[in-house]
């Protein structure tokens, strides 16, 4: 005879249950951060894995491995790149200083034929006196000196053990745990759905896959526009003869990551030197050459919705431009600048549970055609 207990028995229990892992989680809180990169990279992970093992014929173990020092290489190019941008920022704030220059010297002209052909002589001198005096280049900071100083702010914080040591261990922390969660994901999978009751196991099981998918899809789908839209970029720059086609192109392909909002702040540097530095290809005025650029820029964000967005990050993350946008402003005014960055997976995530919770609510089966498929399949296998 198996005993059971009662509602109120089991209730308690269920209770005690949930705080004990509230509790596990209060006192893991600090390696959670690490454990959802380690996930995020397993998910990302899991096609590369799956492709190398299956196709060419690969032993999961040296498919893992291989994964992971692909990995590892971005991860150690990524500082590579940062220099190479702040080099190019180095030639982009060179040419700003002198357009500055430019536009000072524009302006004690125009106010120099004001003060002429007007009696505003006596209320413009002084202004003039200022702006002839006034030398923009003693009172800003070149570039070089800019750079310098965060290149030495960073080294010396770097140039600190502890602090070297805490983030080389964090990264290997973190590529420990997206290994092992690779490596073990098929028991990993088996254990969560052991917990499910046997009603409930192929509905959460198809939803947990489904959420899988949208986090995979969104990563790899904004990686791909990223790499893209920064090529895109810096072509096109350079074809206009924009200056410093390389940095605005890093740019263009970092704000790719705040979806809607980070093509309107890529083409506003890309405007402002067009107009302060004209064209190196073509002799055209700078304010039209400013225009032309401004009008490249929105070419490029139509490319994007039209043809990379659906093609790169298929339509796994269903979503209207305008709870996108909602989605940004909202993730940034909870969680900063990483809230604004996984506002719409998150979104995607809470819509597909939703749409599973509401169904269950309404009684009605929240995956048809899949139940309808597994049905057939498993009449089919018997």
């Known amino acids: 005879m198996n005993p059971t207990w009662g509602i109120r028995t089991r209730t308690t229990i269920a209770i005690l249950m949930a705080l004990a892992l509230l509790a596990v989680v209060f006192m893991a809180r600090s ?12 998910i990302v992970a899991g096609p590369v894995i799956k492709m190398l093992n ?26 590579v790149l940062f220099l190479a941008f702040m080099a190019s920022l180095v030639g982009l704030g060179s040419g700003l200083t002198k357009s500055l220059e430019t536009l000072e010297q524009w302006l004690v002209i125009i106010l120099e034929q004001i003060s002429t052909a007007h009696l505003l002589g006596e209320l413009l001198e002084p202004t003039l006196t200022l ?43 973190t590529f420990t745990y997206a290994v092992y969660m690779s490596a073990d994901s098929a ?12 009603a409930y196991q192929f509905e959460i099981t198809t939803l947990m896959q489904r959420i899988e998918q949208v986090w995979r899809s969104y990563v790899l789908g904004q990686l791909g526009v990223m790499v893209a839209i920064g090529l895109v970029t810096v072509i096109v720059a350079w074809l206009l003869g924009l200056p410093e086609a390389l ?53 490029i964000q139509k490319l994007e919705d039209m043809v990379l ?17 909602i989605s940004v402003i909202v993730g940034f005014q909870v969680g900063g600048f990483l809230g604004a960055i996984i506002a719409v997976p ?11 919770l509401y169904a269950k609510v309404l009684q009605q089966v929240p995956y048809p055609q899949t139940t309808a498929t597994q049905t057939g399949q498993v009449g089919g296998a018997n």
């Open 131 to 173: 702006l002839e005096n006034l030398s923009l280049r003693d009172l800003m900071p070149s570039a070089e000196v800019i750079v310098s100083f965060f290149s030495s702010a960073l080294g010396t914080t770097f140039s600190i053990a502890g602090a070297i040591f805490s983030f080389v261990f964090a990264v290997f922390l």
């Open 54 to 79: 299956a196709k060419l014929r690969l032993h999961r173990g040296v498919a893992i491995g291989l994964t992971y020092l692909l990995f590892l290489t971005v991860a150690i190019l990524l500082p």
């Open 247 to 299: 940095a605005l192109g890093v740019i263009a392909g970092v704000l790719e990551i705040i979806p809607n909002l980070g093509p309107i702040l890529a083409t506003i540097p890309a405007v402002i030197i067009a107009l302060f530095l004209g064209s190196t290809r073509f002799d055209i005025n700078n304010l039209l050459f400013a225009v032309i650029v401004g009008l490249a820029y929105i070419l």
């Open 31 to 42: 390696i959670i951060p690490n454990l959802m990169i380690a996930a995020l990279m397993a």
């Open 309 to 325: 967005t659906p093609q790169i990050q298929g339509k796994a993350v269903e979503m209207r431009p305008l709870f996108v946008m």
């Open 346 to 356: 998150v979104v995607a995530t809470g819509r597909e549970i939703f749409r599973y």
């Open 187 to 198: 028991n990993i999978a088996a254990d969560f759905r052991n917990l499910i009751p046997v």
